[in-house]
């Protein structure tokens, strides 16, 4: 009972039972930075989420009288060199940065999850294999084959997604098999063994959700590298393609020495609100870390 | 030993044929044939046919890819498109200099800078300077290596107007001597060298921090500090050095993420080595110099990893080569 009573010092004496994920996130709440940071992020994806309904224009309404205008009351960031307003293009951009983080992430995990759930269980060549794979892709330098890839499938949302995702599931993969590896030698799995369940059932219902808290910390690191990654991708032209913005395409236009110099409130907002986003995804996943950490539990 | 160096030499070969075979199946995806883009449009289709049966583009895929590795094993990495048919070793062999001056010395300062603050971190775990280092090398990964590099050339060669704004030297500069020419490269370097060492800092900050962390409570830290040896001593001489061990293979570790950074920091700053030459080869859709440097930065990957699990293997008695 120790345990309950670390996590719950000023609770009142009566004994009362937490959940885990009660437990967790009462220890979550109490690192600052961390909620911050999920304060953050939630109010960027509420805004990428209504991003239609807040902008105060359409994302490609192109207005040619309005050109490269410096921030104002009627151009909050101002415009870009077409003249559609800033403001409007970052809301929209946060829309597609995000969603690339998102699905890129779960598409890593689920192939990370698979292979390295096979790896663990199995064992043997199954593991070999798999392993061999993981230091094949581990051995590229990301962003090189992730450029040759985009340059060879074609830049488009659709392709940075699957791109980013293929080639970022190696740690997932590497971080369930050895937790697998583990909790294949607890006397509950032994116990699915003797009550006959079929192997699939074990690991999808009893060895998962037993890894899930490192997975789950892995996921939100692997998420703000994608956006990162996006972000680079689109900045060399090789991801997101205009006219849809994101935030990494936004700030392209600013390779151009010319546009860096004059144009500040084409790049900096969009450099920023990518920063702000991973730095917060970061930030929950460090927090994640501490709140699921055994080990940190004073 | 030998055994265990042996088996991790052996391991090489299955992981340098299926990465090969990676960026083959990858190249192989394009739409179009090489064909497409090289030859004269008024040339008949039939010469193009026969064309192609020259060169065995009709060949099933793997056995092209033997033909590849065979010509690449001797050293031919085919001819560049681009570069009006100069061998692809031979360009990647003018651009590799540039990039390992910027990798290389971007490594030596981030180890340089990230140890001793990662051990004095770790040495006050949740003090204030703790929190802060923690919270500054998580902001040091979470800034976008290319934002990092324009908002330093604005500030530093827009702005201010000291450093240069990208190359590796003044365009058709002649130096009266050897010195004025390093000098020159120091200059461009600066603002490519700070972008890129950035992440890797923070990077190694962590790894730093949480190796120490880990040492400090195994039981010979104990006893050295039962002992009586004063914190400088138990921390500098026993703590310190073994906790530079895991360092060295995420050093190793860390060449991907290293070379991935050089490509935007390269791609930002102009300078003249592999990134930038990917790129262009990406943007020219120069396929042989695509595969060429794809190659060529995994085998270098591969190569880093073996030597920093030998060197691991070497300086640390404790593993067991089973």
């Known amino acids: 009972m120790k345990f309950i009573k670390a996590a719950d010092a000023g609770a009142p004496k009566t004994e009362e039972i937490l959940s885990p994920r009660t437990i967790i996130w009462r220890r979550f709440r109490r690192n600052k930075i961390a909620m911050i940071s999920l304060y953050v992020i939630t109010v960027l994806i509420l805004l990428a989420v209504f991003a239609p309904m807040i902008a105060p224009y359409e994302r490609d309404d192109i207005n040619l009288q309005y050109r490269e205008q410096p921030p104002s009351a009627e151009y909050l960031f101002g415009t870009d060199r077409n003249g559609r307003d800033l403001f409007t293009r970052n809301l929209h951009g946060g829309r597609i940065s995000l969603s690339v983080g998102i699905v890129a992430s ?7 999850v698979v292979l390295g759930s096979l790896a663990g269980y199995f064992g043997k060549w199954v593991d070999a294999v798999i392993m061999r794979i993981t230091d094949m892709v581990l051995s590229f330098p990301f962003l090189a084959l992730a450029i040759t890839g985009a340059a060879i499938l074609g830049p488009s949302i659709y392709n ?20 697998f590896l583990s909790i294949k030698q607890m006397e509950y799995i032994e116990a699915t063994r003797s009550l006959g369940f079929n192997e699939i059932r074990t690991i999808w ?26 972000a680079a991708l689109s900045y060399l032209g090789l991801g997101v393609q205009p006219p849809i913005p994101s935030w ?3 700030l392209e236009p600013a390779r151009s020495m010319d546009v860096l110099m004059r144009m500040w409130w084409l790049w900096l907002p969009p450099g920023l609100l990518i920063f702000i986003s991973v730095l917060s995804i970061n930030l929950i996943g460090d927090g994640l870390r501490d709140a699921l950490d055994p080990r940190l539990k004073n | 030993m030998r055994i265990y160096i ?11 044929v299926g990465t090969t075979f990676i960026i083959f199946i990858i190249i192989n995806a394009a739409p179009g044939n090489p064909m497409s883009t090289l030859v004269d449009p008024t040339i008949s289709a039939e010469a193009i046919e026969r064309r192609i049966e020259q060169l065995g583009l009709d060949r099933p895929l793997l056995e092209r890819y033997g033909v590849w ?14 570069y009006r048919g100069r061998p692809v070793t031979d360009i990647i062999q003018s651009r590799l200099g540039p990039t390992m001056l910027l990798t290389f010395s971007s490594i030596f300062l981030s180890f340089i800078i990230a140890v001793p603050i990662g051990v004095i971190s770790a040495t006050r775990q949740y003090s204030k300077l703790d929190y802060t280092v923690v919270v500054g090398a998580i902001a040091g990964v979470s800034i976008p290596v290319f934002f990092l590099g324009i908002v330093l050339i604005w500030l530093f060669a827009l702005q201010f107007g000291w450093l240069p704004v990208g190359g590796m030297m003044r365009a058709g500069a002649r130096y009266p001597s050897w010195f ?49 040896l004063s914190e400088r001593v138990v921390i500098y001489r026993h703590a310190l050095r073994n906790s530079l061990l895991p360092v060295v293979t995420i050093l190793g570790l860390s060449l991907p993420f290293l070379f991935s950074g050089a490509v935007i920091t390269e791609a930002v700053f102009a300078w003249p080595g592999m990134g930038t030459l990917i790129i262009e080869a990406v943007t020219t859709r120069d396929y042989s110099l695509l595969m060429g440097t794809n190659l060529f930065l995994a085998v270098l990957v591969i190569l880093g990893n073996l030597v920093a699990d030998l060197v691991y293997a070497l300086i640390d008695p404790r593993i067991r080569y089973d």
């Open chain 1, 205 to 230: 219902r009893h060895m998962l959700p037993n890894a899930m808290a490192p997975i789950l910390i892995s996921a939100t690191l692997i998420m703000a590298n994608a956006v990162l990654i996006e």
């Open chain 2, 180 to 228: 004025a020419w390093a000098f020159d490269v120091l200059r461009h370097l600066v603002l490519p060298l700070i972008t890129l060492t950035a992440a890797g800092t923070a990077r190694f900050v962590r790894f730093t921090r949480s190796s120490m962390l880990e040492v400090v409570r195994q039981d010979y830290i104990r006893t050295a500090r039962a002992k009586g």
């Open chain 2, 69 to 82: 590795l065979r010509e690449t094993f001797q050293g031919n990495l085919g001819y560049s498109t681009r």
């Open chain 1, 160 to 179: 940075t997604m699957i791109i980013i995702g293929l080639l970022s599931w190696t740690e997932t993969c590497r971080l369930v098999r050895g937790q």
């Open chain 2, 6 to 16: 042996l088996r991790r030499l052996l391991q090489v070969i299955p992981t340098l």
């Open chain 1, 248 to 250: 990494g395409n936004i």
């Open chain 1, 106 to 112: 779960s598409i890593q995990m689920v192939i990370g």
